[in-house]
């Protein structure tokens, strides 16, 4: 019997070392997970981290409020310093141009180089810009933003192209030709490189441009303070960062009230009178903003289409840098990254959502998708919560089917009219309480609330919501996540100065790069709104947003091939 017990004590003795060598190697293994499992930063490679860290000299940039107490990993602070880097505007030579120096688009010109060679679908076709001043004198620095794109008018074709700056006053631009006919060439100047430099100091500057506040009551009594990421000193603050992201925002406490009976949060307003005289010439509607610039010759090519069409040798590996990604053909948008199916009909959007539960965060551009989906989809109904219109929270069912569809507007800084306080979320916590599986699907939006700040404060946003989207994909990984990225809008002298393209294109270019080889997918609204004949808005038409919900719907019921 007490060979038995012996026995007994030896295997007890053996689990409990083996529990304690395993716990050991799962602590070492958490103590080791780098940044590139965890947040997700995965692009970086270990030759960037190592280039950084011998570099004796860093980007200086004046440091954003509480941004300058962050505590980043040295991945974290490699991969920011990147991030910042590859979004490097060139600047003009001299620190102020005149007005009459400055770019004028109607001096400017392009040519197609080579317009009468043969093209066949699949040829690269290059443009040649040539910007002057408002003297008629060839500019000799960059720094301009260009919008560029081919087009079919009859065949309601167009496609996205990409700008190379020479830095010499002259700009090249690639296309691939995708279908076959007269294929016209369009060029836009956004912003001439005097007006750029105008955006940037503002970025940095005057974050609090666009400005917010917030509704502190108590019974028959009522405050309203301003609030923001951060807010000059002196006066006492109510601290609203959040425990768990460490995402800052801060009120200035009432006079009366106390933090807790804050009740709701606001768009504030706009700043006036942020440029000088001198300035305010860089921003106008007629002369310098989203301005065509005309050929001094040929503006079209003849394509002819290939000898034979072989499908199966198209790139459709999805990577949210290549460009173009897709193009217009018929006025339905046709991915070069995956395969589209158009859900021309509700019953076919009901067959592909049958038994799931679809997340929308972000902000009005990705409400759309709800407002689309709800109207388009009889048996989605809407479920009143007794939201705010257009803020949220929404909801819709379809009980039949057994689809539940959801909104909400991610958290502060948001210019929404007002949002209850208790409805303020965060994108990343709300994603950490999502089991996540086969029948779930998220979609995310976030870009243009965040314009006005400097790019750090974007990273950090993402940096949290990709920590998130990375663990769910761990826990869950069936679990369907999509990115819906900025698209361009009208702009004017105002706009421009709070919600410009500009703004919009830089902080899509770090959220392509922070995102790339995680598994999410990209519905490219960028260039979708790019590449369409009708005039850009920040809500684009209904047409558009029919085509971002069929390259949605084709992540979430991909066509067997």
Known sequence: MWRDSFRLQLFCLLMAVLAVVVLVHNFFQLENLDDDTVSGSNWITENNVQHFLSQTTKTTRKPYCGYTQQILSKREQVEQELLLAAIQWPKPPDGKIAFAQSTDPTHSDFVIVKPSRFFKVGDQLEVLVRMKDFQGKPKQ??????????????????????????????????????????????????????????????????????????????????????????????????????????????????????????????????????????????????????????????????????????????????????????????????????????????????????????????????????????????????????????????????????????????????????????ELRYIANELNSIVGGRNTVVAITIWSHFSTFPVEVYIRRLRNIRRAVVQLLDRSPKTVIVIRTANVQELGPEVSLFNSDWYSFQLDSVMRKMFSGIAVHFVDAWEMSVAHYLPHNLHPNEIIVKNQIDAFLSYVCPLQT
């Open 141 to 422: 620095y960059g720094g301009d933003y260009l919008q560029a794109r081919i087009h079919s008018p009859g065949l309601k074709a167009g496609a996205a192209g990409r700008i190379v700056d020479c830095h010499n006053g002259l700009y090249k631009v690639f296309f691939t030709l995708l279908w076959p006919g007269e294929v016209k060439v369009s060029v836009s100047l956004v912003h001439p490189s005097e007006a750029i430099q105008v955006l940037l100091r503002l970025r940095e500057e005057r974050p609090d441009r666009v400005y917010f506040k917030s509704s502190f009551k108590s019974g028959r009594y009522s405050e309203t303070t301003e609030c923001n990421v951060c807010l000059p000193g002196g006066i006492p603050v109510c601290n609203f960062t959040d425990l768990y992201t460490g995402e800052p925002w801060f009120c200035y406490k009432p006079r009366k009230l106390s933090c807790a009976s804050r009740i709701s949060h606001a768009k504030g307003g706009y700043l006036k009178g942020l440029l000088t005289q001198e300035e305010s010439l860089f921003f106008q509607s007629d002369v310098n903003i989203k301005r065509p610039i005309l050929s001094s010759g040929p503006d079209s090519v003849i394509v002819k289409p290939k000898a034979f069409t072989d499908s199966s040798s198209m790139d459709r590996a999805e990577d949210p840098t290549v460009s173009p990604s897709g193009y217009y053909y018929e006025d339905q948008w046709r991915s070069r990254t995956h395969w589209i199916h158009n859900f021309n009909k509700s019953d076919d959007i009901t067959e592909c959502l049958q038994g799931k539960v679809i997340h929308l965060f972000g902000d009005s551009t990705i409400r759309q998708w709800f407002e689309y989906l709800t109207t388009f989809v009889p048996d989605l109904v809407e479920f009143n919560l007794g939201s705010p219109k257009n803020v949220g929270p929404f909801m819709s069912v379809d009980l039949k089917h057994n689809i539940l569809l959801k909104f909400r507007c991610h958290g502060p800084p948001i210019r929404f009219s007002t949002v209850f306080s208790s």
